[in-house]
């Protein structure tokens, strides 16, 4: 994969997610402005890094491989030759896209074989010993093996506000927001969520940064018609003068 985002790659899994042209308002809203969620990124991403027999390690996937995308987890899945999901949480459980289900911390996880691809959706802004959790990467990954950390921005505004806000508050938030599932909700440590803390952390572990890209996330108030297109019209005026949205994700790509 080339270190940068592959454009026509990114239009053609977003086309098989939302149907061409897409259907739903806010889908079709965000074609017209020409906007690709952060999730529309990694999952395009990761569609080109798993091959057919590989071996692919999904760290903290929870019920889901992809929430946003549920037909390319599957096909995804079907491609690949393993996909392990590992999670302490139970809802591991519930997850029918992985091939083996590991209900541990990462820490705790010993395979037999090393895999080729290991991605992290939204995981390592809970990691709370930052140095463990590279290095178990670094004993899992093959050699060549590709790591994706995709995550939330520490100096983002809904990042900012999540660290100052009461954790017993959250769940109550974030479904008023976007009714999500009180049993979705984590605590947040924010210890490796920015490039600097990201790269240096994989550096010491022996990996090299492939790519690294700030997406902007334009989903804050995408749940209301009138407050996504607010979010895109001034995330197009802001790009239009090379300047990033408030709200971005990180997303980085290692290789050992």
Known sequence: MSSTVDVAALSRTASLKYGDPPSGWAPAMRMRFGYFT???????????????GCRWLDVGCGRD???????????????????????PDATIQENPFVHRRVQSPLEDFAPEQPFDVITARMVVEHVQNPAAFVDQLRRLAASNGTVVL???????????????????LHHRIKAMVWGTLEKDTFPVEYRMNTRGALRALMQDAGF??????YLDDCRTLANFRWGGRAELVLWKALNSIGLH????????????
């Open 150 to 168: 995709f995550t939330v921005n520490k100096w983002a505004p809904i990042s900012v506000a999540s660290w100052l806000i009461p954790f017993s």
């Open 65 to 87: 491989v992809f929430p946003t995308n549920p037909p390319l987890a599957a096909e995804l899945s079907s491609r690949c030759g393993t996909l392990v999901g590992v999670d």
């Open 38 to 52: 952060p999730d529309d990124v990694y999952e395009s991403i990761v569609e080109r890094l798993v091959t057919p």
């Open 245 to 256: 949205y408030p709200e971005t994700c990180l997303l980085g790509i290692y290789q050992r």
């Open 208 to 213: 090299r940064e492939r790519h690294f890209q």
